[in-house]
């Protein structure tokens, strides 16, 4: 039983994800301005997608896997408990982090970078209620592993190309265009909004 | 808090930076030399168009005497905008003041109003020497894993000193900023080049060979500092020592280019043990690894031993003293300060290698005592140390004092404090604001001024 909902929201979390300037899109311009390169910022913006998705698909892979193994209604409560607790640890301690990626960095780097935001961020965890209503339930009422892996890996491929769209085009657009000024009015707090949006995601879960 | 917007004090690039609003207030690092009665952060009213122009508006006394304060810095700055580690909606608001003969940490609000700041937080030497084994603390800058102070000694008063971080948020220790120091024992200034993933220590010694003044006997066996170390900025490992040679001594201020595709950068060397000379040195990339040359020499001035403190009598001469310099934002003009000659001196430095001076003005110094128009007792006392420039380049200011153990040294007969002010004109040259001159009230000397919303030796940037 498919609806088009969960996909349409797993597109719109990836232009979501894409949209934040901290998730990699200014990175692939910042890199581009030190090196003088358009061809740098188009160059990130692979591996930028790549940590993404690989972030994305090891958190559903996981997710999937506790859901064949615990009662479903167990499953949830632990998904929905782990999705709350990243989202309060991001607005109390997420400003906390070391950084172990700079200016200097290479392709591999930023692949690094951009796993470790998307993970440390939760982005794969905000996927979960609308993955979990995509997946192949069996009649004990648990998740099927066959069955649901390729759902949400498919889940996470149209997450990703919605993801990388969007950042392709801030990144071009900010490059060629609109220049860094406008991040000084235009930033809007993206840590407020995903901390409200992961806790929704969390609260969906429980209540679903 | 956190904001919705950035913080309009936030510049991406130093370019930008260039064109942020003039600054109205400064606030500056004022101590008592007797340790007797607290320090103090002073608040001067640098708008022209105010009615209290060069006048102090407003101070915030510390809890207790004897801190020394010195250097300090903002909570938060333009590297919040970096694109690796961003935090952009930190509020630029609080001042992070060290006490460099106590250890202890204070956390100033800047906020609700400017010319009230009011003390938040204390942090205690013990919880520092528990946490970060250091003590000593003397340089503060904001920075991609929040706010790093650096300290001249570990918590018994011996090397290594060292960085140790605190949370941008709660101000909580957050421990030793080193994983791997290498073969780095003295501290004195810190600085780092984002666009190269570097950071840059200096050298001056352990507390027992300053804080009575600096001893003869160590300055002239070369012991004091004279190298600088590189460091790989995340992944905290010492990379590099760059040894300036037995003849140099106290290598002291660093100021990195400000466009972080640069990789150079400007320090002072105080004095020559050859011939009393002062020297600038640019460090620079060449290859794999980080080099220095020296690019300016500023020789001693023969002088009347009549006229000199016990420690340059035999010598004859009066030493330039290089305590402080600073780079405009456009990484155009450096500003040295010869604490003892008495001289401010600009250089263009458009070619790092080969600056060209471009303004001099002099005030103070130890055997020409100059005025300043504004003046009315005629002699000052005390040089041009602590430098500071406006965001936008046009506005220089500077106090006279460097340390309280270490002025009557050269001031035998004392350092009465004053602030003063330099026009810049377009494309060099240098003059005193002829309304700006601010007679320090007695018991406190002032020290590191930083100006209202950033300056150009408080904030660093991921953007060209």
């Known amino acids: 039983m498919t609806t088009v909902w969960p996909w349409l929201s797993i597109i719109g979390l990836g232009a979501f994800h894409g949209i934040n300037p901290a998730m990699g899109w200014l990175f692939a311009v910042a890199l581009g301005l030190h090196r003088q390169s358009r061809r740098i910022v188009w160059l990130s913006l692979a591996p930028i997608a790549v940590g993404h998705a690989a972030s994305a698909a090891l958190t559903l892979a996981v997710v999937v896997t506790f859901g064949a193994v615990l009662e479903p209604h167990h499953f949830r409560l632990v998904a929905a408990l782990l999705i709350l607790s990243v989202a309060a640890y991001g607005a109390f301690c997420g400003h906390r982090h070391r950084v172990r990626v700079g200016m200097r960095a290479g392709m591999a780097g930023l692949g690094l970078w951009s796993f470790l935001m998307a993970t440390s961020h939760g982005a794969g965890l905000m996927l979960v209620p609308a993955v979990l209503s995509l997946c192949v339930v069996d009649r004990a009422g648990d998740l099927a592993v066959a069955g649901s892996l390729p759902v949400a890996l498919a889940a996470v491929a149209v997450h990703g190309a919605a993801m990388l769209a969007v950042v392709a085009a801030m990144a071009i657009a900010v490059f060629e265009w609109l220049g860094l000024a406008a991040l000084r009015s235009a930033w809007i707090n993206f840590d407020h909004l995903w901390t409200v949006a992961l806790s929704a995601t969390g609260i969906v879960l429980l209540v679903q | ?464």
């Open chain 2, 1 to 464: 808090m956190a904001t919705w917007r950035p913080d309009p004090s936030f510049y991406p690039s130093p370019r930008m930076a260039a064109k942020a609003p003039k600054e109205t207030l400064a606030y500056v690092a004022a101590f008592d030399p007797e340790r007797t009665r607290p320090d103090a952060i002073a608040v001067v009213d640098v708008d022209p168009a105010s009615s209290s122009y060069s006048q102090i508006v407003g101070q915030v006394e510390m809890p207790n005497v004897g801190d020394e304060l010195h250097h300090f810095g903002w909570n938060a700055c333009s590297s919040c905008l970096c694109p690796n580690a961003p935090h952009p909606h930190v509020e630029r608001r609080y001042l992070v003041v060290p006490g460099l003969r106590s250890s202890r940490l204070h956390i100033i609000d800047t906020r609700p109003d400017p010319r009230n700041p009011t003390i938040v937080r204390v942090i205690e030497p013990s919880e520092i020497a528990e946490k970060a084994n250091y003590s000593r603390l003397h340089t503060t800058h904001c920075g991609p894993e929040g706010i790093y102070v650096n300290a001249l000694a570990d918590r018994d008063g011996n090397a290594p000193g060292g960085i140790f971080l605190l949370d941008h948020r709660s101000f909580d220790v957050l421990g030793q900023w080193e994983m791997d120091r290498g073969p780095q024992k003295l501290a004195y200034d810190f600085w780092w080049h984002l666009g190269h993933d570097t950071m840059i220590t200096s050298e001056w010694g352990t507390p027992d060979t300053f804080e009575n003044g600096l001893v003869p006997e160590v300055l002239l066996g070369s012991k004091y500092g004279r190298r600088l170390h590189f460091w790989d900025l995340h992944k905290r490992k010492h990379l590099q020592e760059i040894d300036f040679g037995e003849e140099h001594q106290l290598v002291f201020e660093l100021r990195p280019a400000h466009d972080p595709t640069k990789a150079y950068g400007f320090v002072g060397c105080v004095i020559s043990l050859k011939d009393l000379s002062a020297s600038i040195w640019t460090w620079y990339r060449d290859g794999e690894r980080w080099a220095v040359k020296k690019v300016i020499e500023i020789p001693a001035e023969p002088a009347d031993p009549d006229l000199l403190p016990p420690v340059l009598k035999g010598f004859s001469a009066v030493a330039p003293l290089v305590t402080d310099i600073d780079l405009s934002m456009d990484d155009r003009f450096l500003y040295v300060s010869c604490w003892g000659t008495g001289d401010m001196i600009q250089y263009d430095v458009s070619d790092p290698f080969a600056p060209k001076e471009t303004g001099r003005v002099r005030i103070g110094g130890i055997v020409s005592r100059a005025s300043h128009p504004k003046t009315v007792n005629g002699a000052l006392n005390g040089g041009p140390q602590m430098v500071e420039i406006s965001r936008d380049g046009k506005r220089v200011y500077f106090t006279n004092s460097l340390y309280g153990a270490i002025d009557p040294q050269f001031y035998p007969d004392g350092v009465d404090g004053w602030m003063v002010k330099l026009d810049v004109a377009d494309g060099g040259g240098i003059a005193f604001d002829e309304n700006f001159f601010v007679d320090w009230p007695k018991g406190h000397r002032p020290h590191q001024v930083r100006l209202e919303g950033g300056d150009c030796s408080s904030d660093s940037y991921c953007y060209p």
